[in-house]
């Protein structure tokens, strides 16, 4: 897809979300709900106020997605290609991976503090059992004749892992990723808004209990920018690292 | 050029639940630069004869030699073409053909200038920056091919190389196959399930039975390689010997022709 035809359909369905909205808001006739207007108009007057606090929720985010993914990517690939070390850590992996992670931010406020570490954790936390799982099953799945091939030229277990392994699941690690960042930005909101004073989430929530409903909102226009830039950054990166799949089509 | 034998090679691997033997007892000399074809029904250890070769398989007894020396690991100069071309669609068609290179630790430079030349002997010079999905069966065959030239390999193991190619492309890639080897001497081994192809690029030809796979005939085909073979008499009368000594392994009935080729699972 073009870059034209991307911006295209970015202002068109930027177009029928604000149309959508502005219905939404005049049947619904509370000063909770805004209209678009509104909202925007209170974005740009408080955008001062509010881009160090996106800049921080950022960090957190983007911080805490590289963690977790650097973490879990050579360790599930490692899962997936040792049937011993699989046999032994599997079972643990499947044990922990429905485990809602959300439920230990309690356990991470008492034991990091209100900063940057608890919110970090958790989030990273969630990212690396969504990739773990994802980068193990991936590596299960490389073709043999692949890996045979390599070897057959004598390449080392490292070799392998680097020409055929790596490269094999990094398709299916960019979908784990961007699956990731929506619940990623979801917990930080969570995070943000019970614990701390800085972020979007604790700006969201500040607002809220001054009744400040159109600061209130632009907040939660700077979260959805927040989500958006991110899935981008994943999409173009992938592009980049990825290349070969778009080729020729 | 090398040579390659089998000294009462047999190989039992566990299999689900049992143990299957899949090679027995075969005892085969390949001459340094001689071209042979393995001919063989379905599962009778075709594919296993080659990981053998390429020391990616240790049989379970006997031995397999290559220039004299005894198989132990992955040897420099044996070149392994698998059925589906072992390419890596994440890497260039340049890349790929230089990958043997790269992991031996040839210079880019040094790379550059031998992949070239492999691409331009195998006709595909064009399409070094594009990546294998946007390339033909055909022409991806031949970039397997380059990256086994492109490590000067001596001893060539294909295993099927050109059994999910089109007819015509597959007679116009036994050409290449051929070419190949008149001008490099190498010595090679081609596993096949068509018997046109073994009589076409084999000088001996080999047939083994059903599991677990043992040498059941060995068919001289001298003419092998000489001008207008294909559509020459002898050519017909070699299929036709063929076809019966694998008729008598219960690979083919008799009169079934012409040959539907068959896709194997290695």
């Known amino acids: 897809m073009s870059a034209v035809r991307r911006a295209a359909g970015y202002v068109g369905a930027t177009v029928v979300l604000l149309v959508g909205w502005w219905a939404l808001a005049l049947a619904v006739g509370s000063p909770a709900l805004p209209g678009p207007v509104v909202a925007l108009t209170a974005f740009v007057t408080v955008w001062p106020q509010l881009w160090p606090e996106t800049l921080v929720s950022l960090a957190r985010v983007l911080v805490a997605m590289a963690l977790g993914t650097a973490l879990a990517v050579p360790t599930g690939l490692a899962l997936g290609r040792s049937a011993r070390a699989d046999a032994v850590f599997a079972p643990l992996v499947f044990l922990t991976y429905p485990v809602p992670k959300v439920v230990f931010l309690p356990v991470l406020l008492v034991l990091l503090g209100l900063g940057n570490a608890p919110k970090i954790a958790l989030i990273g936390m969630i990212v690396f059992f969504q990739i773990l799982v994802t980068a193990r099953d991936a590596a299960k799945a490389v073709p043999h004749a692949s890996v045979l091939s390599v070897r057959s030229l004598g390449a080392s277990r490292w070799q392998v892992a680097r020409h055929v392994v790596v490269p094999a699941a990094l398709p299916e690690i960019f979908t784990a990723l961007r699956i990731g960042t929506g619940t990623a930005i979801a917990v930080l909101f969570l995070a943000e808004s019970i614990a701390g004073s800085n972020g979007i989430g604790w700006y969201i929530v500040d607002a809220w209990g001054r009744i400040d409903y159109p600061s209130m909102f632009a907040g939660i226009l700077a979260m959805a920018l927040l989500g958006v830039v991110l899935y981008e950054l994943l999409d173009a990166l992938e592009a980049r690292v990825t290349r070969w799949r778009s080729a020729g089509r | ?266």
Not at chain 2, 126 to 151: H, I, T
Not at chain 2, 216 to 241: H, K, L
Request: charged share 20%; proline share 5%.
């Open chain 2, 1 to 266: 050029m090398v040579s390659l034998a089998f000294h009462n090679v047999s190989l039992t691997y566990e299999g689900s639940g049992r143990a299957v033997r899949a090679l027995d007892a075969l005892t085969l000399e390949v001459m340094p630069g001689e071209p042979v074809a393995v001919i063989g029904p379905s599962g009778c250890g075709k594919s296993t004869m080659l990981l053998l070769a390429a020391g990616l398989l240790t049989p379970s007894e006997g031995h397999v030699e290559v220039g004299g020396a005894q198989v132990v690991g992955v040897r420099r100069a044996t070149a392994l073409i698998l059925q589906d071309y072992g390419l890596l669609p994440w890497k260039t068609v340049a890349d790929n053909a230089g990958l043997g290179l790269e992991l031996r630790g040839v210079s880019r430079d040094e790379r550059r200038t031998l992949v070239a030349e492999a691409l331009e002997r195998v006709g595909i010079a064009d399409f070094a920056r594009a990546y294998p999905g946007e390339l033909s069966g055909g022409m991806r065959q031949r970039l397997a091919l380059a990256r086994a030239v492109a490590l000067d390999a001596d001893l060539l193991l294909m295993d099927e190389p050109l059994s999910a190619l089109d007819a015509l492309t597959r007679e116009d890639l036994q050409d290449v196959l051929l070419g190949l080897w008149q001008r490099r001497g190498h010595t090679a081994v081609l596993v096949t399930h068509s018997i046109e192809e073994a009589v076409y690029l084999g000088r001996r030809i080999v047939v083994l039975s059903p599991r677990p796979g043992r040498l059941s005939a060995v068919v001289d085909n001298p003419a092998m390689g000489t001008a207008g073979y294909r559509s020459s008499p002898a050519f017909y009368e070699r299929c036709a010997q063929l076809r019966g000594l694998l008729a008598g392994e219960g690979a083919v009935h008799p009169g079934t022709a012409p040959e539907i080729p068959v896709r194997a699972e290695s």
